[in-house]
């Protein structure tokens, strides 16, 4: 899975916009109107992320370097400052969530 760093705080993960700090000494990814953890998100979002990236490849669309220059530039479509809305079928709580797991 790509991950690239655009702006302080700020990463391409796959072709998902993120914000992500370390709250309570643990790193946290910004996702509707809370945090969850790192390893979290990586468990709900990666294989989201790995489809897409697949089938763009498949449909000969991805270049990686040419999307995260459109991201930097803000000319891609979905470059929304670190929003991350749940997959299809899930719902995010409002709210911050706690990590102190």
Excluded: C
Excluded at 4 to 25: C, E, H, Q, S, W
Aim: charge should be positive.
């Amino acid at each position: 899975m790509p991950i690239r760093r655009l702006d302080p705080g700020f990463y391409l993960f796959g072709t998902r916009k993120i914000f992500a700090k370390v709250m309570n000494m643990k790193l946290v990814v910004r996702v509707g109107g809370g945090y969850m953890s790192f390893a979290e998100f990586i468990e709900t979002y990666a294989h989201v992320e790995l489809n897409k990236i697949n089938e763009l490849k498949s449909q000969g669309n991805w270049d990686l370097e040419l999307y995260i220059k459109q991201m930097l530039d803000g000319t891609h479509a979905n470059n929304n400052r670190g929003s991350s809305a749940a997959p299809t079928g899930g719902r995010m709580s409002q709210g911050r969530r706690s990590i102190n797991n």
